[in-house]
């Protein structure tokens, strides 16, 4: 069974640090790039980027450059989303997302991770 | 970047009747590979977006036979036959032929 696991909600204030993780099992961590989506309050899905979970290299949208980082853990099957700088703005839930073989569809996403950016 | 456009809301439909969603693309999704880069997605509340449909008209594992898509290249119908309680939720198109992929902005289905 497939499943990724997201780390707990993250209370947070402007100008500070944080960092979610998406912990995958049941399959070979390392034959699919892991996708990051953020949903605001209320609001749509935006694609952040995604992470090549063999290499290493990140692709970011453009408006996620600058302040987003992703990173690997690939002992540990984990990909991990770094928001540095924080901004109000940044409140959201951040979910992980793993495509399905040779479809780009993302088939399998994690619980999400609620992000509050709050003074 | 490519710009996916939905209606925020259905037309309202009545549990066991049929539903349509609409979603347009600001470029074609028709790839040289003959496939078309189309996605539906389901959010249902408090939940995590799921898989509908991948490719414009492929069912995803374990997605009733209910749902079905087609299109041309730049609009696309999500239908649902014989809507249930359990089809209530935010539907997303997405493309993912070209890099930043995009998603609509969801259209939520309204049952009578």
């Known amino acids: 069974q497939i499943l990724l696991v997201q780390s707990g909600p993250e209370l947070k204030k402007p100008g500070e640090t944080v960092k979610i993780s998406c912990k995958s099992s049941?399959?070979?961590?390392?034959?699919?790039?892991m996708n990051w989506v953020k949903q605001a309050p209320g609001k749509g899905l935006k694609w952040l980027g995604w992470i090549n979970t063999c290499t290493g290299e990140p692709t970011y949208a453009d408006d996620f450059k600058g302040r987003f980082v992703f990173s690997l853990e690939a002992s540990a099957s984990t990909a991990s989303l770094q928001i540095n700088d924080l901004k109000n703005e940044d409140t959201a839930t951040y979910f992980c997302a793993r495509p399905m073989i040779a479809t780009r569809a993302f088939a399998f996403w994690g619980q999400g991770t609620l992000v509050t950016v709050s003074a | 970047d490519i710009v996916m456009t939905q209606a925020a809301f259905s037309n309202p439909v009545t549990l066991g009747t049929s539903a349509s969603i609409s979603c347009r693309s600001s470029?074609?999704?028709?790839?040289?590979?003959?496939?078309?880069?189309l996605y539906w997605y389901l959010q249902k509340p408090g939940q995590s977006p799921q898989l509908l449909i991948f490719q414009m008209s492929n069912l995803a594992s374990g997605v009733p036979d209910r749902f079905s898509s087609s299109g041309s290249g730049t609009d696309f119908t999500l239908r649902i036959s014989r809507v249930e309680a359990e089809d209530v939720g935010v539907y997303y198109c997405?493309?993912?032929?070209?890099?930043?992929?995009?998603f609509g902005g969801g259209t939520k289905l309204e049952i009578k």
């Open positions: 049941g399959y070979t961590f390392t034959n699919y790039g």
């Open positions: 470029k074609s999704l028709l790839h040289s590979d003959g496939i078309t880069y």
């Open positions: 997405a493309q993912n032929l070209a890099l930043p992929w995009t």
